[in-house]
């Protein structure tokens, strides 16, 4: 894959569906901290914002761990940069009631950025703010690509399946947990981790690079 190929790629956005109109959901909890693209290419590792920027800052960890992690010498990853994933878990965050601002919502819903993990600290609820000292680690939500072939049309649940093969779980680098319905009794264990938002997802879904997808949806948790 060369880098001219690498910057085409951009993360498949959000839609405003009901998520109960989602058929079939895969149900994720959605991470705070920055959507990112890691891209490997003949064991050269890159990390792209949405806008297809390279991302440089406090991920040289994560990036040797990556090296070793990521079973291909050819993938596309779609994920998070968050400190929520190294959070102590015997630390129980109270996941606070406000109601997000309308632009952290749009942000979120269409592209699937939750409050960055460089965020400004006035800018952060308090469960966040806990996170500062934490160590930033990459989180995989989808497989775009692997030995240069494009995933795209492979419905998700399947890229889920490729992706649990090929990328092995450390320290910085972690794959997101997913469920089916019913979702009710990981609820509270999310609440209790600190998530605000469950992203659903179509498990027979296509992915649409830099497009929004109706098939993604996100939606609150309850706080009771």
Do not use: H
């Amino acid at each position: 894959m060369s880098s001219d190929e690498q910057m085409q790629w951009r993360p498949q956005a959000f839609g405003r569906r009901n998520v109960k109109e989602i058929a079939d959901p895969v149900i994720e909890p959605m991470w705070r901290g920055d959507r990112v693209l890691v891209t490997v290419a003949a064991g050269e590792i890159g990390v792209q914002d949405p806008d297809g920027t390279a991302v440089t800052e406090d991920i040289d960890e994560i990036l040797e761990q990556l090296r070793t992690a990521v079973l291909s010498d050819d993938a596309v990853i779609d994920g998070y940069l968050t400190r929520q994933a190294t959070s102590d878990p015997a630390k129980v965050y109270k996941v606070a009631a406000e109601v997000p601002t309308a632009g952290q919502m749009t942000s979120q819903m269409l592209v699937g950025r939750g409050i960055g993990s460089r965020a400004l600290p006035g800018a952060m609820p308090e469960e966040a703010k806990a996170e500062l000292g934490n160590p930033l680690a990459f989180v995989a939500v989808d497989l775009l690509s692997v030995d240069g072939q494009a995933l795209l049309d492979i419905p998700l649940l399947e890229r889920k399946r490729l992706l649990d093969s090929l990328v092995r779980e450390s320290n910085l680098v972690r794959r997101c947990v997913y469920v089916r319905l019913p979702v009710d009794t990981w609820l509270s264990s999310w609440r209790a981790l600190g998530f605000r938002e469950l992203a659903y997802k179509s498990a027979n879904g296509r992915y649409l690079p830099g497009e929004i997808n109706d098939s993604w949806a996100v939606v609150r948790i309850p706080t009771t």
